[in-house]
């Protein structure tokens, strides 16, 4: 990805517009390859989620989106959210029940999600090392992981230097 420095966090100048029609025609690839459709109102919540690379919540995508058209109602939302969910396209942040855009492309793996305590910015993290060792320590003990997420809250390169 073009846009990170520190390999990890963007810089907070970033051509932001520059990241969401990469998104979108990412979307439509995975979409395309997967025989699923990306619907208009698919987009449209995608797009609303990919406004920034904050976390947001459900609710502040419906305001967001009713800033510019019909409020759409929680249940579109929330299903539009699943399929984006489903397909790599957007994650949760499961401790602030938020969701955020898929910054790049990591099919099928799983990337530790860096979140800003003070601008708020979300960031992943490869670490493909981490989650092995995780998932087979975890099976060493008889347990069988299904799925595993590690969020790790902190200050982004910007925030320490701006404090
Ligand atoms: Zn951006
Ligand atoms: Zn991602
Ligand atoms: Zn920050």
Redesign the pocket.
């Known amino acids: 990805m073009l846009?990170y420095n520190n390999m990890t966090f963007?810089d907070p100048h970033?051509?932001?517009?520059?990241?969401?029609a990469d998104l979108i025609a990412r979307a439509e690839r995975t979409c395309e390859r997967r025989g699923s459709k990306l619907t208009g109102q698919r987009r449209e919540i995608l797009s609303s989620v990919?406004q920034?690379?904050s976390a947001v919540g459900a609710y502040d995508i419906i305001e967001r989106m009713a800033e510019h058209g019909p409020r759409p109602a929680p249940i579109t939302v929330y299903r539009a959210l699943d399929f984006l969910l489903a397909h790599g396209l957007v994650h949760k942040i499961e401790s602030r029940n938020a969701f955020v855009a898929c910054?790049h492309s990591h099919e099928g793996q799983p990337a530790a999600l860096l979140i800003c305590e003070t601008c708020g910015t979300v960031s992943e993290l490869d670490a493909p090392e981490i989650f092995e060792r995780i998932t087979e320590k975890a099976k060493a003990r008889k347990f069988s992981p299904a799925h595993t997420m590690i969020e790790m809250s902190g200050t982004c390169g910007s925030c320490a230097r701006a404090a």
Do not use: K, P, R, V
């Open positions: 846009y963007l970033h051509d932001h517009a520059h990241c969401t990919a920034s690379h910054s």
